[in-house]
Each structure stands twice: as C-alpha cells, then as structure tokens.
C-alpha cells in the first residue's frame, strides 16, 4: 500500500521547540507565505469585528462569495467556501468516492493522502528537471482511461512550474470523454503574471468535468486564519455543500477574506515586492557554488543541492539551529536528499538567508 505523510513547512512552535531559540529570532522561508503579511485593511477588519466571535458564523460565506466572484470573475453560485484550500481537496475526493487518481509528483502531498484517506489507489506521473519539472501531457492523456480523477497543481509546489491553458484544455477534453473529473490547484496563481493565459477559473460551469481550488491564505497573509474556495459546476457544490461540516469557516477569516480581496493596492505592492525579490535572490543564489536554483512563477524557489557536499536535510538542519527555516523537500515524491525549497521573503530577509547558506556551506 502506498505511504504519503503529512510534511508541511511553517511550523515556527516546533522549530523553537527544537532548536531551543524564541520564536521572534525564527525566520521563516519554509512556507510560502505573501512576504509583505496581510494587509492593514485586514488587521482593521478583525479588530473592529471581535465581537462577531459570540455569533455562529454565516454558515453560507454570502458576503464573502460575493467579493470572490467579483474578483474571479465568475457566478457566485459556482463558489463554495472552505477552511483552507486542503479541507476542500479531502470533500472532493469523499463525494466523488474515487477509486483511484492520478497525480503528476512532485506536488503537494495532500491530493495523494485524501485519496489514500477514502480507500483509493494514487497513480504517480513523473515531472522530472531533465525535463524543468514539465507537465507530460501525453503521458497524462494515455492514462486517464484507468482513473476517475486527476489532480494538477498550477503553478506548481514545489517546483513553481506553469501550465498553459491549452495543455490543460487538451487534458480536460480527453477526461471528459472517460469520466475522468480534473482538479487544478491554483493556489499560487494570484503571484501569477498575466493569469488569463494560464488560470481555468474562466471555464468553470462550462466544463463540466472542471474542478479549481483556490487560496486566500498564501497571497493574502492569513495562513492561520484557514481560508480557501473551490469551483466547480453547481451541481458538485452541491453535492460538497452537503458534506461539509456546517460552520467551516469562522467569522474572522470571512470578514479578513472580505478585506483582502477589496485591496488593491496591497496587492500590487505585493506583486511588485515578490517580482523585485525573487529576481534578486535567484540570482544570488545561482553564483553560490553548489547551488542551481530553479526558475519558477510562484512565491518560492526549488533549489537543487546535490553539488553542495550536503543532502537536503543536512542543509535544512544547520540552518534551522540558525534560526532560519527551509523547506527540505524529501516530503515530495522524487526529490528527497536533494531539493530544498525558498520562500521570497523581503530584501533584508533574503540577504540575511543568503548569508547563512553562504557561511553552512563554508563550514564557518
């Protein structure tokens, strides 16, 4: 039987725990988080709605779907709310009860652990960086007659790896025609320069074999909030409506999801930001010996470290007794003892991470 573990970064608590440092002196570039935080309209947002806390939540998120479908620019009833993106991946595969799925890997562990979690049998596609982590399309096509699901993760975690809109239509036309429900994880899409020619957002209700998840914590600062959606045909939120539990998500994410998504201009500092620093430290990396980073569209960067004298957990360790935390990769299938993954963090951030792989990799 095939073993996925749960292995997710940002765990600062067990980080401090174990290397015995306060967590303020604890950077943190293991999870993929908007460098700039969540925004001031957020933080006023959920200070001014404290006392919603003695109210149940609006069970429905109508407020909050609204402003999503605003922004996404598709029907609000094609939108179902959820306590994090990941909530939503296990409800799909419960009511679709899939029996086995197809998962291009490396990619996030979570899609192959839901399947796994119903009883169902994950078959892996490789990427491999021969390839620079490619999506093979044709290999993909040739199986979907043996799976009733399929998951692909746009841009890609770990590898930050896009897939055109046309790879990815060819991909959902062939599943159509076997049954075969698709599942694009656009978790990082918002960090996505022009979106229109990569997202599927615009095509759900049209396609009725097209699923898309999206994520309000990475881009909008708010991991421990929880806040994700999932869109789909009407009918498939309904069917995820009436599993859910019935408060899933609380009223503080809903009013800082609110807020977030009305601004603006956070956003584009955002964007700004992260476009500015991972052109830096890419670069920066790249003339460290030993280190060849990976080019990629989302909010982290894949680095291969197998020149560097050090497996990947080795590198993680004497960093985190550092203070400063990355991800090592061997949670992702195929990657293990190789790769570890950055987050794009601000620019004194990025340098002080730059000095320290500097001086690990020195022996200093």
């Known amino acids: 039987m095939q073993q996925f573990v749960h292995i997710h970064g940002g765990n600062i608590a067990q980080a401090a725990k174990k290397y015995g440092l306060p967590k303020e002196r604890i950077i943190d570039f293991s999870a993929n988080i908007n460098?700039?935080?969540?925004?001031?309209?957020?933080?006023?947002?959920?200070?001014?709605n404290l006392d919603a806390i003695i109210n149940y939540p609006d069970p429905d998120c109508i407020e909050l779907k609204e402003v999503l479908a605003g922004y996404l620019g598709i029907d609000r009833d094609l939108l179902l709310m959820g306590n994090g993106a990941a909530e939503l991946i296990y409800l799909i595969v419960r009511i679709t009860g899939c029996k086995k799925a197809l998962i291009p890997v490396p990619t996030f562990c979570e899609y192959g652990l839901a399947v796994l979690s119903q009883g169902g049998e994950?078959?892996?596609?490789?990427?491999?960086?021969?390839?620079?982590?490619s999506l093979p399309v044709e290999r993909i096509i040739n199986l979907i007659p043996?799976?009733?699901?399929?998951?692909?993760?746009?841009?890609?975690?770990?590898?930050?790896?896009?897939?055109?809109?046309?790879?990815?239509?060819?991909?959902i036309e062939r599943s159509a025609k076997h049954g075969?429900?698709?599942?694009i994880d656009e978790a990082f899409m918002d960090f996505v320069p022009k979106q229109t020619f990569y997202s599927m957002m615009p095509a759900v209700g049209s396609c009725v074999n097209l699923v898309v998840l999206y994520s309000l914590t990475k881009f909008f600062g708010i991991p421990g909030l929880r806040l994700g959606s999932i869109a789909a045909p009407k009918d498939i939120i309904?069917?995820?409506n009436a599993a859910k539990d019935p408060w899933n998500v609380n009223a503080l994410?809903?009013?800082?999801g609110i807020a977030g998504l009305k601004d603006l201009e956070h956003m584009e500092r955002t964007n700004t930001l992260v476009k500015r620093e991972?052109?830096?430290?890419?670069?920066?990396?790249?003339?460290?010996?030993?280190?060849r980073p990976?080019?990629?569209?989302?909010?982290?960067?894949?680095?291969?470290?197998?020149?560097s004298g050090l497996k990947s957990n080795e590198l993680t360790e004497l960093l985190g007794r550092r203070g400063i935390l990355v991800r090592d990769c061997h949670g992702f299938s195929g990657l293990a003892g190789r790769y570890i993954r950055v987050a794009i963090k601000n620019r004194p951030e990025n340098e002080i991470l730059l000095r320290n792989i500097k001086d690990v990799l020195k022996g200093k």
């Open 238 to 240: 309904k069917r995820i």
């Open 122 to 133: 994950v078959i892996e596609v490789e990427m491999v960086e021969e390839e620079r982590f």
């Open 146 to 171: 043996q799976v009733d699901l399929l998951f692909i993760c746009n841009p890609n975690n770990p590898t930050g790896r896009l897939v055109e809109r046309a790879a990815i239509e060819q991909i």
């Open 35 to 48: 460098p700039l935080g969540f925004s001031r309209n957020i933080y006023d947002a959920i200070t001014s």
């Open 253 to 256: 994410a809903q009013v800082a």
């Open 294 to 307: 990976l080019p990629g569209a989302a909010n982290f960067i894949l680095l291969n470290v197998s020149e």
């Open 180 to 183: 075969v429900l698709v599942v």
């Open 278 to 291: 991972k052109a830096y430290l890419f670069e920066e990396l790249q003339n460290i010996p030993g280190l």
